[in-house]
Nanobody, 125 residues
């Protein structure tokens, strides 16, 4: 059974940084596309970043491009999301997700097969 566990969320002031981690068990991440999504209160879940199995290809939503970086340490079976220059509008629950059976990064949540429990990020102004 695949399990994804996020950590690293918290409260930070605008302009600050956080690094989220997503540790996987039950499957080797180097074989899979991984994505980060977020959901703010009253809003739809949105894709923010994705990485292919090797980490050599990444894709970002325009809202976070240049501020967030997705990376992975396949030896640790962990994916990271480095978030810099945080803004109050980045406040949300952040989720990592794993996609089976494809080498392509998808921005659609329904194309991911496993999800973590989420970690809260709150950015104060």
């Amino acid at each position: 059974q695949v399990q994804l566990v996020e950590s690293g969320g918290g409260l930070v002031q605008a302009g600050g940084s956080l690094r989220l981690s997503c540790a996987a068990s039950g499957r080797t991440l180097s074989s899979n596309v991984m994505g980060w999504f977020r959901q703010a209160p009253g809003k739809e879940r949105e894709f923010i970043a994705g990485s292919n199995g090797s980490g050599g290809r990444t894709y970002y939503a325009d809202s976070v491009k240049g501020r967030f970086t997705i990376s992975r340490d396949n030896a640790k079976n962990t994916v990271y999301l480095q978030m810099n220059s945080l803004k109050p509008e980045d406040t949300a629950v952040y989720y990592c997700a794993l996609r089976l059976s494809s080498w392509q990064i998808s921005t659609f949540g329904h194309e991911y097969n496993y999800w973590g429990q989420g970690t809260q990020v709150t950015v104060s102004s």
